[in-house]
């Protein structure tokens, strides 16, 4: 692997997914692997999760990890071509990416959308350019429509959770990725990434569920059973995955924040006991009750955890490649 961008990086989900819980099992198992690299972490937008598993991760490979808050403490970075620079931007991307490459012998960059301009985000201008121009491997720590270290974890979750459920003579789980009310115009990156994911994957019934206007991009969902219908779609689930996400088409808007789409626990009675999961940071009783998240039901504090094993398993496939 010589870059994690999104799902088309990788050549096995399954081996990839295994990794991570071999590393859950031994965190030290390849300490040697990172010994006298270094791997630098730019953050452009906030972040607890993501921020310290990877470190964790790093460090457990024996790799030096710096963290540079880069919306904090950097200069202000320019990604326009061709800018004429006499406004609020201070240094090129085209000028810092390949300084950092020689700093750094991994780069992993988290950039949000600016949920203004579809087509800019959706060119995922902001991370190509630390692409082209760093010189060395760039992992997504989440970037304007993706977020495949999480949808890594999702799966490496579904997978070690599979080992004791139940699934009622299904051959596959019934996974059902389930919009959410929110308070603030979100990113679709990690709804756009799970599904992504989970079709590639290809080892689950998929199916969406969302009000009307919150279709997410088809190059994400093709393949998922999708529905405005939320009751039907929990209908013997046997994972949720709940998330909120801003409109798609009329990009970056919320036309609608009915209660009534929060996983409750009553709804929870019409699945196969499901496991419900979440990215995290959750607005408790807004997008998921409290009843549900301090359940059994509730993977998420599993699902964080998860998230070290997942970059591990990243960073080490890098390392082996370079
Ligand atoms: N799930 C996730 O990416 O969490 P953070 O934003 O805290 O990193």
Redesign the pocket.
């Known amino acids: 692997m010589n870059q994690f961008i999104s799902v088309k990086d990788v050549t096995d989900i399954n081996a990839l997914a295994k990794k991570a819980l071999m590393y859950k099992a031994n965190p030290f198992a390849d300490r040697q692997l990172g010994a006298d690299k270094r791997i630098g972490l730019l953050f452009l937008?906030?972040?607890?999760?993501?921020?310290l598993?990877t470190q964790v991760a790093a460090k457990n490979l024996g790799m030096e990890a710096i963290v540079f808050n880069v919306d904090k403490e950097g200069w202000a970075l320019e990604f326009e071509e061709g800018a004429i620079m006499s406004g609020n931007t201070v240094e090129h991307v085209k000028d810092a990416a390949p300084i950092l490459g020689q700093y750094f012998d991994i780069l992993c960059i988290?950039t949000f959308p600016s949920l203004k301009n579809k087509e800019d985000d959706y060119s995922e201008m902001f991370i190509n350019q630390f692409i082209r121009y760093a010189g060395v491997p760039v992992v997504s720590?989440?970037s304007a429509t993706l977020?495949p270290?999480?949808s890594l974890t999702d799966i490496v979750t579904i997978t070690e959770a599979l080992q004791q459920r139940t699934l009622r003579g299904k051959s596959k789980p019934k996974i059902v990725l389930t919009w959410a009310p929110h308070i603030k115009a979100l990113p679709q990156c990690?709804a756009n990434s799970f599904a992504q994911w989970i079709n590639a994957w290809g080892e689950a019934d998929f199916v969406i569920t969302h009000p009307q206007d919150y279709e997410l991009s088809e190059v994400f969902t093709k393949g998922a059973f999708i529905t405005h219908d939320q009751d039907a779609a929990l209908k013997d689930a046997d994972f949720i995955y709940v998330k909120n996400w801003s409109t798609f088409t009329d990009y970056g808007k919320v036309y609608e924040n009915d209660p009534e789409w929060m996983l409750t626990e009553e709804k929870l009675k019409l699945t196969n006991n499901a496991k419900v999961m979440h990215?995290?940071?959750v607005r408790r009783n807004v997008e998921l009750s409290d009843e549900v998240l301090d359940s059994a039901h509730s993977l998420v504090t599993k699902q964080?955890g998860n998230?070290v094993w997942a970059a591990q398993a990243v960073l080490s496939e890098i390392l082996k490649h370079k």
């Not at 906030?46 to 921020?51: D, H, Y």
């Open positions: 937008n906030p972040s607890l999760r993501t921020r598993s988290r720590l989440e977020h270290l999480q990690v990215c995290l940071p964080a998230r």
